[in-house]
């Protein structure tokens, strides 16, 4: 069994940063494909970058050129660096696994792990 711990959210201006984290423990993640899905308030869980075992990676057209998703295979982590936040960018911020490339059109409900998310509040 595989547990992720997603944090880094918080608190910040539009226009800021913030990087989120996904820790794992119980197994390494080194195989598998991961993924960032994100909730707002009032709306459904949606898809928001994905990262394949091999490192090719898969973005929501709203966050293309200003999140990036990566890896690191030593400390069983992945990252969502999150630059030109704006206000609807706000959410809870879920990390995922699954033995499936996670990308545009795959569902929270399917993936084979998930975390308990991590708020992220941007202001305007």
């Known amino acids: 069994q595989v547990h992720l711990v997603e944090s880094g959210g918080g608190l910040v201006q539009a226009g800021g940063s913030l990087r989120l984290s996904c820790a794992a423990s119980g197994r390494t993640l080194n195989t598998r494909n991961m993924g960032w899905f994100r909730q707002a308030p009032g709306k459904e869980r949606d898809f928001v970058a994905g990262i394949t075992w091999s490192g090719g990676t898969y973005y929501t057209d709203s966050v293309k050129g200003r999140f990036a998703i990566s890896r690191d295979a030593a400390r069983n982590t992945v990252y969502l660096q999150m630059n030109s936040l704006k206000p609807e960018d706000t959410a809870v911020y879920y990390c995922?696994?699954?033995?499936?490339?996670?990308?545009?059109?795959?569902?929270?409900?399917?993936?084979?792990?998930r975390g308990k998310g991590t708020l992220v509040t941007v202001s305007s």
């Open positions: 995922a696994g699954d033995s499936m490339v996670v990308r545009p059109g795959s569902v929270w409900d399917a993936m084979d792990y």
